[in-house]
Nanobody
Framework: QVQLVESGGGSVQAGGSLRLSCAAS????????MGWFRQAPGKEREGIAV????????YYTDSVKGRFTISQDNAKNTLYLQMNSLKPEDTAMYYC??????????????????WGQGTQVTVSS
């Protein structure tokens, strides 16, 4: 079955960096869009980065553009999110997700049908 397992979260000070990983299994990884989402307490889950299959083109929401980089290693079936210049407002639970259904490759949570369990990122000022 499809499994997504995130790792790499933690606590850092503002200005620091973290790299999140998402190990995927149970499907042909390179054929589907993958996304990173985050959810802060009391807020809705938001899409922050998407990577498209085949050409690995990317999309970022404005709040992370220039600071975060989404990438993937198809040979390892692994998705990454490099997060630099972290800010306290980046504090959230971070999730990776796979769009094995709609194929829209959008940034909305409802477009993704498989999710990891999440990894916590906490940024202190």
């Amino acid at each position: 079955q499809v499994q997504l397992v995130e790792s790499g979260g933690g606590s850092v000070q503002a200005g620091g960096s973290l790299r999140l990983s998402c190990a995927a299994s149970g499907y042909t990884y390179s054929s589907y869009c993958m996304g990173w989402f985050r959810q802060a307490p009391g807020k809705e889950r938001e899409g922050i980065a998407v990577i498209y299959p085949f050409d690995s083109s990317t999309y970022y929401t404005d709040s992370v553009k220039g600071r975060f980089t989404i990438s993937q290693d198809n040979a390892k079936n692994t998705l990454y999110l490099q997060m630099n210049s972290l800010k306290p407002e980046d504090t959230a639970m971070y999730y990776c997700a796979a769009d094995l259904g709609t194929g829209d490759c959008g940034g909305e949570p409802y477009e993704y049908n498989y999710w990891g369990q999440g990894t916590q990122v906490t940024v202190s000022s």
